[in-house]
């Protein structure tokens, strides 16, 4: 058995145990295909970790860097109390079309605020704004800018905060210190940056699976 087969065996197996999808999610996953987005959402087993990572941190307020078809936005935005709030920014108009028809579906636009534009104008809009600090950030964009999106983090978080940036193993490719890939570049960039910050505490881990070999960072706001 390949390793790809064994990794979607091994996740289907997790899920259908651990993480098992309802109708709202298995529609957004349907959906966004039928609308032609990118197959690049987390797995359920990863929609569910983070889940539980927001469960576990108590957020309220939760902000989210790369929307998408509002998969990983749904399964954030139920761990969130009935008072609780989460911004997610998206580049693309389509796309937020989409996550915003998913989103009312799992009966969470309440909740969720979707704000279309690049990020990177979007987030010094957002700090205008003096929001409370965010509990938790999920970093899940253009990987060329992870540097930029993680100082904005810092901005808009506290210290006891989590930010999780998503896709930083790059196949294996963040360890290659001579890549022109952008990507790469910036994930690394982000890495060194969240490593050498005296304000953040962090690991990463590697991880296999439906969408292959990749893995988060995640870092916790210490002061």
């Known amino acids: 058995m390949s390793d790809s087969r064994t990794w979607d065996d091994v996740d289907a197996y997790f899920t ?8 709202a999610l298995r529609a957004a996953v349907r959906d966004s295909e039928a609308a032609g987005l990118p197959s690049i959402a987390v797995t359920a087993p990863q929609g569910k970790l983070l889940h539980l990572l927001a469960l576990i941190q108590g957020a309220r307020t939760i902000l989210e860097i790369g929307t998408l078809g509002g998969y990983s ?9 009935a008072d609780g709030r989460m911004i997610s920014l998206e580049y ?21 605020e979707i704000r279309v534009g690049p990020a990177l104008d979007s987030l010094p809009r957002l700090a205008a704004e003096h929001p409370a600090p965010f509990d938790l950030v999920f970093i899940d964009a253009d990987k060329a800018n992870n540097p930029h999106y993680v100082e904005w983090a810092l901005k808009l978080t506290a210290e006891g905060s989590l930010i999780i940036v998503d896709n930083v193993v790059r196949g294996g490719r963040v360890a290659d210190p001579g890549s022109t890939d952008p990507d790469v570049r910036g994930t690394r960039a982000a890495i060194e940056l969240i490593g050498s910050h005296p304000r953040l505490a962090a690991t990463a881990i590697q991880t296999v699976g439906g969408k292959g070999y990749d893995g988060f960072a995640l870092a916790r706001v210490v002061r």
Request: glycine share 2%; hydrophobic share 40%.
């Open 73 to 81: 936005t749904i399964w954030l935005a139920r761990a969130l109390p």
């Open 92 to 112: 693309s108009p389509k796309h937020a079309e989409v996550a915003a028809r998913n989103l009312a579906r799992a009966g969470l636009d309440k909740q969720v």
């Open 16 to 23: 259908t145990h651990l993480s098992p999808e309802d109708d």
